[in-house]
């Protein structure tokens, strides 16, 4: 499995935004082959949002980062203080003894 994390900052006090932006995006993620769940975070003071996402494979997850991003860009011009950041990581287990 892999995940995939984007970070974004809107400022402090902007919890309802963010919220608005993560609801849009929760529907595109859902829509998109091999996902498995998403979690949202928020620091309201610091202004920093974002959202770890599991993906079946490293090809769903790279499929669901075409798709997705550039209408999370879009959706964010304008309102957030920088671009957003997306990391893809391999997620693991730690062998059983």
Known sequence: ???RM???NLGPGMRTMAQTLIEGANALYKAQKGFKDVTYFGDEGAG???SFSIWESKED???AAGAVNPKI???MSGVSLGPPRFRLFEVFKPNAP
Do not use: D, L, N, P
């Open 1 to 3: 499995m892999y995940a």
């Open 6 to 8: 984007v970070i974004f």
């Open 48 to 50: 920093e949002y974002g």
């Open 61 to 63: 997850a790279e499929a």
């Open 73 to 75: 860009e879009e959706a």
